[in-house]
C-alpha cells in the first residue's frame, strides 16, 4: 500500500481524481423491506411507507422519492401527515411521535426530522395512560389529537409539542357527559377511532373499542351524540356530508348510524355481515364513500368467513350491485382510498384504492369497469420471486429499447390506462442521459427488464423460460384452481409470488448483446438458453444439444439434482425474446458463467466442471474442456444436496441453541417483567464468557494446490486480440480467477463484439501489443499477449487482507473537461469496500466502505455499470444504487412545495402550471397506446439490424482467408477457478 | 540395520577422499547399495555430518585419538539429530550471551545436510526494530512442512496518547507440532502479531489477516510482540525510549526506521504462475520489463504514457528459463489435446 501513497502524492493526479472519482449511495430501488405503516396526504398527492427499521420513504410523481431514517431502530406503526402542510407525524411502536418536514434548500425539498416527543402521563399513571393506539392531526394544523389504550384523548399542540392538559378528553369526562342509559356498561376502554366531522372541525368521533362511539363537541366539551354498539368497536369513518356514520366490528359487521343530535340512535340504521352467515373474522378499518350516481362505495378490511377464508388477506370493494374481494399475497399494512379533495365538493368520488401490502403496492382504477390494477412507476417488487442474479446492460441503443418495451406492452394489457394518481411534487433530476437496463433473473426462471435509466426502476417486460420445459404444475391444473367458488368473489391481485414450481429453473446467468438482441439465459440445472428477439408471437421447437462438460473422465457420479426435462414439440411463445436453442450442460450442475459472442454467433458456458463453446447460428458444439480435478468431491454433488447439509447442519446449530435456552425460560417466574432483562442479560454475559474460553482460531497455511483443484469456471471473456496457440496460465497463488480483460495497444479495454460495428467505439488498436488482465480473489496481474509474459501486478490481499469478489471495467468521465475520461476498474471486496484500480498500471486509486461486511448477500448481489455506478441488494426487495463517479449520478432530485398544493387541491381540472410541466394527469391512456404499438419505425429498426449483421458477417468470413493464417486473433478466454486461464483459439 | 559398531583404523595423515572413506564404510558395514548419511562427533560433543571432503578432513584431523562416526540409513535419517543453519545459530549465541543458563530445551542442535541446505526461517531487522519486537520470516516454499499456526483475536494493552489503553490485537493460539513455526522456535503462543510482511494489523480483522498470511505464505514475514520478553536483544544504542518493558510504545516511536527495512515485494517468492502451452516442455515465462518492483520506472511509465506502452520484449527470456528455482517461473506446457482444439478451433474463426 505504501508504494502506492508515495507514487500516488502527485497533486496534479490528486486534483484529477477529485475530478474523476466521487462515492455517493444515490436512491434505492423497489419495495421497502417490511414495511410496517401507510400514510397519505391528499393535498400534497404525496404517499408515506414506513417500515420496521424506523425509514420512512416518500412518493409522488415519478422521480420524486425521500428517504427518512429515525434515529431510533424501531418500528414505525403510524404515518399521518399534516393536512395541507409539508410536515408529517409519525408513531414508532416506541411510543414516540416525530415530526418530519420537507423543507426546501437549494431548490431541491429534503426531508428532515424536526423534533421528537414521547407523552407523559400524569404521574403515577399506567404506561398504558399513554400508550398511543390513534393519532389526528386536525385541520386546524395546530393540534394532534392522541387517542390511548387508557381511552383517554390527548391533545399536543404542533410543532412544538406541548400537551395542552386542559383539553385532554379523559374516558371519565366523557362517561360524565353521557346520558344516565349509557353509562351503566363498561363501555370504554382504548380509543379505537379518532375522526373530525368532515364540515365542523369542532366536532369529533371518538370510537372506544367496547363498541361505544361519541361525537364529542371540542369547544362546547360535550357529547353530541353517541351510539353503542353491541360488538368490539374496530374502526369508524364519517360520511362526506357528516350525516352518517360507519363503524366496523369485530365480528366481520358494519353498522350505519344516523348522525342526528336530536333524537338518540339506540340501534344502527342499517346492520350487515358481508361474508356471513358464518363467524366471520373483523373489518379492521371501512371506507364509506359518496358517488354522484347515488351509491356509496364500501372499501373494508377483512371480514371474510374465518373458517374457509380466514387466512386471506382481503379488502372488499362494493359498490353499485359489485363486490370484490381483492385477494393479496402477503398481508395487508394498511390500505387508503384516493377521492375528492376539494372540502366543497358534494361527493367523494373515490378514484383508486391503495393498498400496502406486505411485499408489495398495489393500486386499483375505481373508475374504470372491473377496478383493473394500475401499474406503479416505482416501489416495483423485484422480489416478485427470489431474485437470483442480476445484469445490467448500458446505453442500450433505441431500436431495442422500442422493441423491449413494445415486447412488455403485450404483457401488461390487464393494467387500467390510468395515468399514476400519486403525483405530488415535481422532479427536477435531469433526464437521464443513456438507457440504461438492469436485468434480473429470478428463481422461478423468469427474467425481469427493468428500466434504470433514472430514479425509478420501472419493469419493461417480462420473461419466462418455464414453457421451455416440463414443470410439475400443469397449466390446466392452474385454470382449476382459478375457478374457484363464486364466494366471496374473491380476486387474486399483485405479482409477489415466493413460490416456485421447481428450483431447478431458478436463472444463474444472464448475457445480453444489446446489439444485435441476442440474450443467453443459463439456469440451476445446466440448462443454457440462447433467445433472440421476435416481435411476433411465434410457434417453434427449441433445438436442444446436450454439452458433455465431463468428457472421458472416469469414475465420476453426479450425485446431484436432475436436468429439466424440456418440452417435447412445438411450444409456443409471445412477442419478445424466444428461445432458439437449449444448450444442456451434462452434469446439470448450476451454470457459474456465461458470455455471449453475437459477431461470432458463439456462446460460451462454464460449470463447476467445467465449460463449453457453441455456435448458435450453425447449431453445434465447437468446444467442451472438463476442467475438474480429481481430488474434488463438491464438484459431484448438486448445489442442492449441498443446501440440503446446510439446512440440516442450521436446524442442529437450532436445537442447540433452543436446547440452551429451555431451562432459563422454565425457571423464568410468570408476570414479573422486570425480572426478563436480567435474566437474558446474565445468559449473554455467560455466552461472552464461553466464547472467552474458546476463542476462534485461523489456522494460516499455505494453499496447497490440491486446496485450489475446484475446478470451478467463474468467469468467461472473448477478446479479439493476439495469441499463439491454445494457453494455459495457472496462477501459483491458487486463488480463484474472477475477471479477464484485454487491453489494446493504447491500453484502452478492448470493446465489445459490435461496438464498432455499430458506431459507438473506436475501433481498437491492434497496432501495439495487447496485454492481458486477470483479475484472482487475491491479485492481479497483467500479461503481455502474444508472448504471455508477467508485466504488473497488484497484490491486493497481501496488502490489505481483502479479497476481490466483483470487477467490472468502468469508464469515468471527468466532472470538469468535457471529454476527458478514464478506463479503470471497479473493484468490490469481501470487506464491502469499493475500489478503483487504476488501469494500466494496477495502482489504487480510491477506496470506499459501501457494504458492511457482513452483509454476505448484499456484497454478492452487487453489480457494476460501464459508467461507475452500481448496484447492490439491500434487502430482498431493494436494491441500493451508488456512483463512484462525478458524472453519472442518479439521484431523486425534487421540489415539494405546500403552494404548489393549492393546484393540487381540484386534481381532475387540469391546472395550467402542471400542463407547462409536462405532466397532464389525465391523458394518460393516450400515451400508454403509443407505446403499445410497435410502429413501422421499429420494424424497420429490426429489418435494419439483420442487415448490419449480415454485413459483419460477410466482412469477417471474407477476413478469413486473408488474415487468418497470421493472425490468429479470435479467441475465447475462459476462465477456472483452478486459478487459470485458457485460451481457445 | 538395528545397532552394529565397527572399530577400524584409518591413515590420519592421508585421509583421502571422502568418497573413498564413504566406499570404506559401506564395505566395512557390509552394505555396498545403502544410501547413508555419516556423522561424527566432534571435540564439543557435537553431532556434526561428514558429507564432503572438507569437513571429512576436519573430522579426521579434530580425532583425538578415537574417531566416532555415526552412521544411518538416508531414509531413517533423523535430521534434527545434526546440527543448526547459521541463522538459528545466531539467535543462539545471541541468546547464550544474553543468558547463559537460557540454553534451549532442545535436546540436539539441528543442521541439515548442505545438499537440502536452505533457510526456513529467518530474524530480520534486528537493527531497527524496537527490542521489544521481532520480525520473523518463514520461509515456507520448497519445504514440505506446513506452516503449522494458528491466530486468534485477543487484547493487548498499548501507549497512547490517552495514556494506557486496551486495544484488539491478533495473537498466535496454536503451534502445530512439528510445523515449519514451532520448528524456528522463533514465535510462541500468545505472541501478539502486529505487522504481516510490513502491513500493520491494527483496525484488521482476524480474517483479514488471515487472508493476508496465506496471501504471503509463500514468503511470509510476521512481526510479533513475543510473549515472553525475556529472550529480548538488549541494546544500548538507541535513544528512543524502548526500554525493553512489555508495554508496546514502538507503534508510534518507530515508523520511520521501520519503513525502508523492506517491500512487501522486495523478495517476490510466489510468483510461480505456470503457463501451459503447446510445445510439451514447461517453460519459464520471462517477466516483461519493468517489472513492479521498479517504481521508478512505473512512474515514469505513467508520466510517458504514450511512448511507453509498445509492448516490452523481454530481452532476458533464454537466461530466465534456466534460471535456479524460486525467483520466478511461469512455465509454459502442453496441452494434451492440443490437437483436436485445433481442428475444433478453426470453426471459431469465422
Redesign the interface.
Known sequence: MRRFLRSGHDPARERLKRDLFQFNKTVEHGFPHQPSALGYSPSLRILAIGTRSGAVKLYGAPGVEFMGLHRENNAVVQIHFLPGQCQLVTLLDDNSLHLWSLKVKGGVSELQEDESFTLRGPPGAAPSATQITVVLPHSSSKTLYLGTESGSVFVVQVPGFRTLEDRTISSDTVLQRLPEEARQRRVFEMVEALQEHPRDPNQVLIGYSRGLIVIWDLRGSRVLCHFLSSQQLDSACWQRDGRLIVSCHSDGSYCQWPVNPDTQQLEPLRSCVPYGPFPCKAITKIFWLTTKQGLPFTIFQGGMPRASYGDRHCISVVHNGQQTAFDFTSRVIDFTVLSEVDPAAAFDDPYALVVLAEEELVVMDLRADGWPPVQPPYLASLHCSAITCSHHVSNIPLKLWERIIAAGSWQNTHFSTMEWPIDGGISLAPTPPQRDLLLTGHEDGTVRFWDASGVCLRLLYKLSTVPVFLTDTDPSEHLNAQGEDEWPPLRKVGSFDPYSDDPRLGIQKIFLCKYSGYLAVAGTAGQVLVLELNDEEAEHVVEQVEADLLQDQEGYRWKGHERLCARPGPVRFEPGFQPFVLVQCQPPAVVTSLALHSEWRLVAFGTSHGFGLFDHQQRRQVFVKCTLHPSDQLALEGPLSRVKSLKKSLRQSFRRMRRSRVPSQKRRPAGSPGEVPERSCRTERLGLQNMELAPVQRKIEARTAEDSFTGFVRTLYFADTYLRDIKEIQLMHRAPVVGILVLDGHSVPLPEPLEVAHDLSKSPDMQGSHQLLVVSEEQFKVFTLPKVSAKLKLKLTALEGSRVRRVSVAHFSSSRAEDYGEHHLAVLTNLGDIQVVSLPLLKPQVRYGCIRREDVSGIASCVFTKHGQGFYLISPSEFERFSLSTKWLVEPRCLVDSAETKNHSRPRNGSGPEKALGRARNSGSQSDGEEKRPGPVMEHALLNDERVLKEIQSTLEGDRGSYGDWRSQQVAMSQVSRPGVQAVR | FGAEFRRFSLERSKPGKFEEFYGLLQHVHKIPNVDVLVGYADIHGDLLPINNDDNYHKAVSTANPLLRIFIQKKEEADYSAFGTDTLIKKKNVLTNVLRPDNHRKKPHIVISMPQDFRPVSSIIDVDILPETHRRVRLY?YGTEK?????????SSVRVTPHGLEKVPGIFI??LVPGGL?QSTGLLAVNDEVLE????EVSG???????????????NLIITVRPANQRNNVVRNSRTSGSSGQSTDNSLLGYPQQM?PSF???DEDS?????????NGVPQQ????VP??ES?ES??Q??LN?ESG????I?SNEVSLTTAASGT?T?F??R?PN?KL??E??T????
Open positions: 515456507k506446513p506452516l503449522g499456526f494458528y491466530i486468534r483475536d485477543g493460539s496454536r513455526a504481516v510482511n510490513g502491513i484488521k480483522s482476524l480474517d483479514q489477516v488471515t487472508d493476508m498470511m496465506i496471501a504471503n505464505s509463500r519503513e517491500e512487501p515485494e510466489d510468483e510461480d504462475d505456470i503457463v501451459i502451452e503447446d515465462i520471462p517477466k516483461a517489472n513492479t517504481l512505473l512512474t511509465m505513467e504514457l506502452q509498445n509492448g516490452f523481454p520466478d511461469e509454459e506446457t496441452v492440443q482444439l485445433e475444433d478451433g470453426i471459431i474463426t469465422l
